[in-house]
């Protein structure tokens, strides 16, 4: 049976330190729904009522083009192992960019990657545990690199260029204004 809390609790953040994939999930009130795994290290619990998660580049900016016009977000975590549960977090989501002046700050609080391309900024607002007693096994066999290695070889001229040409605007056409906030 699901609970809801104000705050995350210290069990939730021991949870979430575990996990090695989480899921985040946003739209606007006229746009397709995107739900995006990530990976790679890039979530930090701040406060109890608040996280940060590092954004690399991808094929899309779906969340950053959702974030400016509807900045709601839902974060998911589920257990591939050990005791079934599903963690979510709700609230409203801020995007730091590149040329912002808490930039170098946030950005401090990860280990740097290639191509890193905004800092997600959520502030709680509920969380919610549930049942996972249908999510299945999985072994963590290791991080896939072939991001990494893939922005590393593009070097950081090859990123912006990328951004210019593949990452301007969402799959509904909104802006991501990713060029203005970072280049």
């Known amino acids: 049976m699901g609970k809801q809390f104000s705050e995350l609790k210290e069990n939730h953040i021991?949870?979430?330190?575990?996990?090695?994939?989480f899921f985040v999930g946003t739209a606007t009130d006229t746009s397709k729904v995107n739900i995006s795994p990530?990976?790679?290290?890039?979530?930090?619990?701040?406060?109890?009522n608040q996280v940060a998660w590092l954004n690399v580049t991808g094929s899309g900016n779906e969340t950053a083009a959702h974030v400016q016009t509807h900045p709601r977000m839902t974060i998911m975590f589920a257990a591939f192992e050990g005791k079934p549960v599903i963690l979510?977090?709700?609230?409203?989501?801020?995007?730091?960019?590149h040329n912002d002046d808490t930039w170098q700050e946030?950005?401090?609080?990860?280990?740097?990657?290639?191509g890193a391309r905004q800092i997600f900024v959520l502030d709680i607002d509920m969380v919610q545990t549930s049942c996972g007693m249908s999510v299945p096994y999985f072994n963590y066999v290791g991080d896939r690199e072939?991001?990494?290695?893939?922005?590393e070889k593009q070097g950081e001229q090859g990123i912006k260029e990328y951004w210019g040409n593949k990452n301007q605007q969402s799959l509904d056409g909104i802006p991501t204004r990713?060029?203005?906030?970072?280049?």
């Open 14 to 21: 021991e949870f979430i330190a575990q996990q090695k994939i």
């Open 106 to 114: 946030t950005y401090s609080l990860f280990t740097p990657q290639p």
């Open 88 to 97: 979510r977090l709700y609230g409203t989501a801020t995007a730091i960019h």
């Open 38 to 48: 990530k990976g790679l290290d890039s979530l930090r619990v701040i406060n109890t």
């Open 146 to 151: 072939l991001l990494n290695d893939w922005a």
């Open 178 to 183: 990713i060029a203005e906030k970072n280049l």
